[in-house]
């Protein structure tokens, strides 16, 4: 009987331990140290809520000179090249103060929803990007909601810190 209680147990509580590799919280703490002062960007696509692949755009330490784009699958690290683009090399983007992103790429999804529903639609898929525009600023969550037949809703910018909306274009109404 204990067995069969404890394997019920294991095979419920599987599902969620399996999930919770796919969030942004969860990729970003795959990521390696010498990335984690660094990361510039966050982003994905084709998200209900949580999607296959996260990209991540950080400045390796110590140095924090050389940008590398990295790719994050289920909780793993499956790809880190350096970036060489114009766009890199360039860019003024600040560091996310990853300390202050209290809110999960689930949680913006599911804000996002309330909107939705509140507006009588139904998103299918979100794309997500987080950054951070000043070093003295809260890192933001932007994202961009689709209709199940792929039509785009508009998006919603979110405070990855309490989930403050803080620009919708996607909704009407409120939740």
Sequence with gaps: MFKSLALCVFFAATPLLAAD???AIAALKALPEKYRAGVLKLSADNASPDPE?????????????????L????GQIISDKPS??????FSSANPIDLS???????????IAQGYAKASGKLIA???FVLNQQGSAAVPVWSVWCYAPDGTY????????TDGAVISNNAFQ???
């Design 153 to 160: 809703f508009g998006e919603m910018q979110l405070l990855a």
């Design 173 to 175: 109404k409120n939740p």
């Design 53 to 69: 692949t996260w990209y991540v755009s950080a400045k390796a330490a110590p140095d924090n000179k050389s940008t590398h784009s």
């Design 100 to 110: 202050k992103v209290l809110i999960d790429s689930r949680d913006a999804f599911g």
């Design 71 to 74: 790719e994050i699958a289920a």
């Design 21 to 23: 590799t796919n969030g």
């Design 84 to 89: 060489i683009g114009l766009r890199e090399i």
């Design 125 to 127: 898929s979100v794309s």
